[in-house]
């Protein structure tokens, strides 16, 4: 128990060298997915009757605007925009909920400087997707080859053999 409670933590997360792969597999898997999907007619027809018409670029995102009603855009009621927005987004949720669709793509809202508007773009999961992550997995990567090196050359010092040899010896 305590050897997994080691392996689990922070500190061995060096040797973890699928969980970026993985992760990265994973989150392209959910944009394919999501492009499919977003081509079906079901889908785009329910986007098109949708009260704030959602639309749908190349990359597989899906937008819209927002207008916040002028009588919530006054100053002294500026505090009640964000609970009418959440609303909003609950309406909107219920559409891809619908399609299938709300466990995939998730909201960014932004305000339209200037105006009484707020930008939704729903995007799937792109956390994995940076070239930092990528360069990180590169040099844990790069750690572990060399600690199996190492060992190897250690074990073909003391024993006479590489590891291989001996794993395979073994059958």
Same mark, same amino acid.
């Given at each position: 128990?305590?050897?997994?409670?080691?392996?689990?933590?922070?500190?061995?997360?060096?040797?973890?060298?699928?969980?970026?792969?993985?992760?990265?597999?994973?989150?392209?898997?959910? /944009?394919?997915?999501?492009?499919?999907? @977003? $081509? *079906?007619?079901?889908? #785009?027809?329910?986007?098109?009757?949708?009260?704030?018409? +959602?639309?749908?670029?190349?990359?597989?995102?899906?937008?819209?605007?927002?207008?916040?009603?002028?009588?919530?855009?006054?100053?002294?009621?500026?505090?009640?925009? /964000?609970?009418?927005?959440?609303?909003? @987004? $609950? *309406?909107?949720?219920? #559409?891809?909920?619908?399609?299938?669709?709300?466990?995939? +793509?998730?909201?960014?809202?932004?305000?339209?400087?200037?105006?009484?508007?707020?930008?939704?773009?729903?995007?799937?999961?792109?956390?994995?997707?940076?070239?930092?992550?990528?360069?990180?997995?590169?040099?844990?990567?790069?750690?572990?080859?060399?600690?199996?090196?190492?060992?190897?050359?250690?074990?073909?010092?003391?024993?006479?053999?590489?590891?291989?040899?001996?794993?395979?010896?073994?059958?």
């Amino acid at each position: 128990m305590k050897i997994l409670k080691i392996l689990k933590s922070n500190k061995m997360r060096i040797f973890n060298i699928w969980s970026w792969p993985s992760a990265f597999i994973d989150d392209i898997r959910q /944009w394919l997915m999501v492009r499919k999907a @977003l $081509r *079906e007619a079901e889908v #785009v027809s329910a986007f098109k009757n949708f009260k704030y018409e +959602l639309r749908i670029d190349r990359i597989g995102r899906v937008y819209t605007v927002i207008n916040v009603p002028e009588e919530l855009w006054e100053y002294e009621k500026r505090e009640m925009v /964000w609970p009418w927005m959440v609303e909003q @987004l $609950r *309406e909107l949720d219920d #559409v891809l909920m619908r399609v299938r669709l709300n466990e995939l +793509l998730y909201p960014e809202v932004t305000p339209i400087e200037g105006s009484p508007a707020y930008l939704v773009v729903l995007s799937t999961s792109s956390e994995s997707i940076s070239i930092w992550k990528f360069l990180r997995w590169i040099l844990n990567l790069s750690f572990v080859l060399l600690g199996l090196f190492i060992i190897n050359k250690l074990v073909i010092k003391y024993a006479g053999s590489s590891i291989i040899h001996l794993i395979y010896s073994l059958f």
